[in-house]
């Protein structure tokens, strides 16, 4: 009988740190997301699906300091 299939997250974590023209730090901070992905018995699958997790969860990372930095720059 084939393995039930497991829910798990890929987690990816960037410290950012943001200073001005003479080394004053504006923002310091630490910024994180998780992506869901199911594994299974399948052994590539399971692989493929990890792997597209963890490009989503870096996206979502690069999206958060994005919006993060912006915020920042605006005040």
């Not at 590539?44 to 690069?62: C, F, G, I, K, P």
Request: hydrophobic share 45%; glycine share 6%; aromatic share 2%.
């Amino acid at each position: 009988t084939p393995l039930p299939a497991i829910q798990k997250q890929e987690q990816v974590s960037a410290a950012v740190r943001l200073t001005d023209i003479n080394g004053k730090v504006i923002f310091s901070g630490m910024r994180s997301a998780t992506a869901d992905f199911t594994s299974n018995s399948q052994g590539l699958a399971s692989e493929r699906a990890e792997a597209d997790a963890a490009v989503r969860a870096t996206h979502a990372v690069a999206d958060t300091i994005r919006l993060t930095l912006l915020g920042v720059l605006a005040k």
